[in-house]
């Protein structure tokens, strides 16, 4: 099977902010599977693609939800105009030809599906095809990369203990406001002030996190705000569009949101 379709062939714009890049690389080489844990929109997907750019190897990113099943994953028989006939899922495509298999917010997944990856993520190396009756050998540059978000999950939702412990984990968090600020001027084409003016709107959301807030404004709602000031509408409307009305319903809470953007003058 050909993966050209899977291949990045442009780089991904990422801008580092620790020792991210060089733990990924050592993990790649060594075989080990990785974790990034972080909160959403902070750049954990795009940072996949960049090291996928970045080690030339194809990148199939499964977005993960609670309806998933282990043949969703692993694969299944189909029924064809030739009869039935057996279909690698993506896991499986993965690990057979050499590619970063990238499980987006793993833990929506049912924790019977995720159990499918522990034969993957040992020494081992395998993926037992039980419904194929076949034991597929990981090639050498299979890579399983998951992520997911620990600060919203519920003791129900969370990744269990045997399979955390089979991953090397990178924490991600917001970068600083100079670096997130450079970010979103390259991402959106606006200046820096501008920037500098819709990060300092995002760090008072990300201050009412737990108070009145599950999430605060993510980098990627931050850029959306800034996309749509580039195309020509208000800092304030652009703000209420890409930040407020996404993060919440209450009217007290939106009310306090507005009061952090009416602070700034745009």
Not at 1 to 27: C, D, K, V, W
């Amino acid at each position: 099977m050909h993966l050209s379709s899977y291949q990045i062939e442009n780089e991904p714009f990422y801008q580092q902010t620790g020792n991210e890049r060089a733990i990924f690389q050592a993990a790649a080489a060594s075989r080990l599977p990785l974790m990034l844990k972080g909160p959403t929109g902070c750049g954990k997907t795009r940072f996949v693609e960049y090291m996928a750019w970045h080690l030339k190897c194809p990148l199939i990113t499964v977005a993960c939800h609670e309806d998933m099943t282990a043949a969703d994953l692993a694969g299944r028989y189909l029924l064809t105009a030739e009869g039935t006939v057996w279909h690698d899922g993506p896991l499986t495509i993965s690990a057979r030809h050499g590619a970063i298999c990238y499980l987006d917010e793993i833990v929506e997944a049912r924790q019977d599906t995720t159990v499918l990856i522990h034969p993957l993520t040992d020494n081992r190396r395998i993926l037992p095809l039980d419904r194929k009756g076949e034991l597929v050998k990981a090639h050498p540059d299979f890579l399983l990369v998951v992520s997911y978000n620990p600060g919203y999950q519920s003791a129900v939702k969370d990744l269990k203990e045997s399979t955390k412990q089979r991953f090397v984990a990178i924490d991600f968090s917001y970068p600083t406001s100079r670096d997130e600020a450079a970010i979103v001027s390259r991402e959106a084409g606006i200046d820096t002030r501008m920037a500098s003016g819709l990060v300092e709107v995002a760090a008072g959301t990300r201050n009412l996190r737990g108070r009145g807030l599950s999430e605060g404004a993510s980098t990627r709602m931050i850029v959306h705000a800034a996309r749509l000031m580039a195309a020509g509408v208000s800092g304030a409307d652009a703000l209420r569009a890409a930040m407020i009305l996404p993060l919440t319903d209450d009217p007290d809470m939106r009310e306090a949101l507005e009061a952090v953007i009416a602070a700034h003058a745009w």
